[in-house]
């Protein structure tokens, strides 16, 4: 125990992209691109929905809350990345490690819940229009989404608390960009068995749930489309879906390559390219989806800028 204690990793070395050696500039252009580009969509889109009172409405302020957890999982990486692709690596201590990782699950687990309900939302105002606006009011907004904000941070500081707990006396080097559970877990001289078992059976219920209601709700939706005479109807339903179908699309297609496919563990570029289109790309996909698909948001910019 002793030995142990004197050996105890207090900070992580994260390698990157190793392989970058001839296109490590390009590399960080256009992640720096990137980066200023999701950065100020994101911005944006919660600016246009919070100064204009046309786009006062429960899609909208759901809206608003996916481009902050998209802001979350931008800033909590991002940056540390643009360093460490840099510098053909980097330091980070192991407290900041743990505090990325814990910003980056919630974002997650939140996004997650936040989906379950824009399915939700989008339900109430294609099958019960009528009594839309008096079930999805303010105050029940507000309530569903902290509850799921309030979720996502309990449940990753069960699995934090966890981690914590475990004894870390070397080595101290991740293959990855960023701190993510499972390569921590590798890092570990303790037993990982019970925090495995935990993170399985408090993250899949948390992750995949919200698809099953996602998908129960849309076949509702999808029969209720079918029920409308007119092709142009039926076509403004699933015009209203399309950018919520979208963004669940790419937001599960991503997840399931980073954490569920088969024989991943021995694939450590693939796993980081997958994570990087995540952490990256899909927070930078998003608010482009929404303001290229609605409307009310492309006029808004409009107006905003003065553009005729």
């Known amino acids: 125990m002793n030995v142990m204690n004197q050996t ?25 691109i990137f980066l200023i580009v999701t950065m100020y969509g994101n911005i944006l889109i919660i600016w246009l929905v919070a100064s204009n009172s046309s786009l006062q409405s429960p899609m909208y302020f759901f809206l608003t809350q996916l481009s902050i957890s998209d802001l979350l999982v931008t800033t909590a990486i991002v940056p540390k990345t643009l360093y460490i692709i840099c510098n053909e690596g980097g330091v980070i201590s192991f407290p900041g490690c743990i505090i990325q990782l814990y910003f980056y699950a919630c974002s997650e687990a939140f996004e997650c819940f936040l989906l379950s309900i824009m399915a939700y939302d989008r339900y109430l ?40 707990n475990l004894q870390f006396c070397g080595p101290n080097v991740i293959d990855h960009f960023f701190c993510d559970l499972v390569p921590l877990l590798e890092l570990s001289c303790s037993e990982t068995y019970f925090i495995e078992v935990e993170s399985l059976i408090l993250c899949v219920p948390i ?20 029920r409308i005479s007119t092709s142009s109807g039926r076509a403004k339903v699933f015009s209203t879906c399309s950018s919520h179908l979208i963004v669940v699309s790419i937001f599960y297609g991503t997840l399931t390559g980073i954490y569920m496919s088969p024989g991943q563990k021995n694939s ?41």
């Open 125 to 164: 105002a294609i099958c019960n229009p009528l009594r839309y606006h008096t079930l999805m009011n303010p105050m029940l907004c507000m309530i569903l989404v902290v509850i799921s904000w309030l979720l996502g941070f309990f449940v990753e500081s069960i699995i934090v608390i966890s981690l914590i």
């Open 8 to 32: 105890i990793v207090t900070e992580i070395i994260l390698l990157g992209f190793q392989d970058l050696i001839y296109f490590k500039a390009l590399f960080l252009f256009f992640l720096l």
């Open 268 to 308: 450590t570029t693939v796993k980081k390219i997958a994570s990087l289109f995540y952490t990256v790309l899909t927070p930078m996909i998003n608010p482009i989806i929404y303001s290229l698909r609605n409307k009310e948001i492309r006029e808004t910019v409009k107006k905003k800028l003065c553009v005729k």
């Open 207 to 226: 992750t995949f749930s919200p698809l099953i209601i996602i998908t129960i709700f849309y076949v509702y939706i999808v029969q209720a489309a079918l």
